[in-house]
């Protein structure tokens, strides 16, 4: 298989690569930056440079054609289940019957391609997504985006920072030059402007609970080539519930600036709380993995949630377990939800120290996404993926932005007092 790849330098000039063989052994392709400087795919390790007329933008496209020649190789085990598109009818998530086929004889669920997964005893592929072409984010009847903005983040999400481009999710910080809807559906309440803008990929409702769930991503470099400077970036995967803190739950991954090799586990588990506290939360951060670089490398991040217990994996070795103690592990139902975001200008930022070196736009990549479902729940998901056998409690405030069509029903519940939600309209 070739591709010839093309490296846009000005909308005066336009530099043609060799041609590349994706083969992981053939990789001396040479581009030309600048029309004088040359590199090598290795040391350019995926970036590529587009010119949109004045501004030069990182595209990080040709590590992006290997790793997608590696996946095809791949050989795996087959899953429950493969195929294109699965039929929803309406985004509520009601399967289509295809004759007398069982709708189990349709997983997985979402957007997978032609290929096989990997197995796992006791966990049955429910979920997965290869971003291999564009998911409709106002239409797709599970997944969604966030109009949120965390108080202690400088970003506020959109779904416009939310991209899909060559067999990759983007998730891309930059400066806030837009407007936005000062009430966040997502967080019920209004938010005030932030400096940054990015995005949160989400499913619409609160349907998952006990299972393994997988991702592949790479980090962002908070500066241009330069994978070894730190600087500060949440990039995350992770199960949350929170309807305004009614009920917070929350299992994370969460691959942060502070170094290279930085990647946090957490648990969260409070009622009625819209402050965090130490007593709530068991986290490993900050915990730091030598000989990998998250902003170079893609890794696989995963965490398998049961009944009184989650276990984390990097790159498929065990590397954390938290059982029931003080804290609780979760068994409530939860969203699934992937973003990026920078931590507000404080003395002790959380996601790393030095904020200064970030420049924008930064993005985060996803490969793909998985999630398995335990065999012993018999409550999440719902078998057909619809709202209509979830209870009041997971329906409570769980609209994500105003253009989702669910109703925002519940109070908001802040220091003991308990408020309307605010309202937008879908523009």
């Known amino acids: 298989m070739q591709s010839a790849l093309f490296v846009l330098l000005s909308r005066a000039a336009c530099v043609a690569a060799d041609v590349l063989t994706l ?9 030309a930056l600048d029309g004088e400087q040359c590199l090598s795919l290795r040391q350019l390790r995926g970036e590529v440079l587009r010119a949109d007329d004045n501004e030069i933008l990182e595209e990080r496209l040709v590590a992006d054609l290997v790793d997608s020649s590696l996946k095809q190789n791949e050989t795996t085990v087959h899953g429950a ?6 039929g929803h009818d309406g985004r509520d998530g009601h399967h289509r019957n295809h004759g ?14 032609s290929k096989h997964y990997p197995r796992y005893p006791g966990f049955t592929l429910w979920l997965v997504e290869d971003f291999d072409r564009p998911i409709d984010l106002d239409n797709d009847p599970i997944w969604t ?10 970003v506020r999400f959109t779904k416009e920072q939310i ?5 990759k999710m983007q998730i891309r910080v930059q400066k806030n030059t837009g407007w936005q ?6 967080q019920a309440e209004t938010v005030p402007r932030k400096p940054l803008v990015s995005g949160e990929l989400r499913t619409r409702y609160n349907m998952f609970r006990y299972g393994r769930y997988e991702v592949r991503m790479r980090a962002p470099q908070v500066q241009f080539l330069k994978p070894q400077v730190d600087g500060n970036f949440v990039a995350s995967m992770f199960v949350f519930r929170a309807a305004s803190f009614h009920h917070w739950r929350e299992v994370d991954v969460e691959v942060t600036g502070r170094r290279p090799g930085a990647i946090s586990t957490n648990v969260l588990n409070a009622d009625h709380t819209s402050k965090w506290h ?16 998250v902003r170079s490398e893609y890794h696989n991040y995963a965490f398998e949630w049961l009944p009184g217990v989650v276990r984390w994996y990097i790159d498929g070795r065990k590397i954390r377990e938290k059982r029931n103690d003080k804290l609780k592990v979760p068994d409530m139902s939860a969203k699934v939800m992937l973003n990026l975001w920078i931590y507000r200008k404080t003395k002790y930022p959380f996601g790393g120290f030095k904020l200064k070196n970030d420049r924008f736009p930064m993005q985060s990549e996803y490969d793909w996404f998985r999630f398995y479902k335990w065999d012993g729940d018999k409550e999440y998901p719902p078998t057909d993926m619809s709202s209509q056998s979830l209870s009041r409690e997971d329906l409570y405030l769980t609209s994500n932005n105003p253009c989702d069509g669910i109703p925002l029903i519940g109070q908001v519940e802040k220091h003991g007092r308990h408020s309307g939600a605010c309202h937008a309209k879908c523009r």
Do not use: M, V
């Open 23 to 31: 083969a992981p052994q053939e990789t001396s392709t040479l581009f």
């Open 81 to 86: 289940g493969q195929g294109h598109g699965h």
């Open 100 to 113: 007398d086929r069982h709708a189990h004889s349709q997983l997985p669920y979402g957007h997978p391609s």
């Open 145 to 154: 985006w966030s109009d949120g903005g965390l108080k202690e983040g400088q």
């Open 163 to 167: 991209r899909f481009r060559n067999g």
């Open 181 to 186: 809807e000062p009430c966040s559906h997502a």
């Open 278 to 293: 130490r007593w709530i939360e068991q986290t490993d951060y900050p915990k730091t993995y030598p000989g990998i670089n």
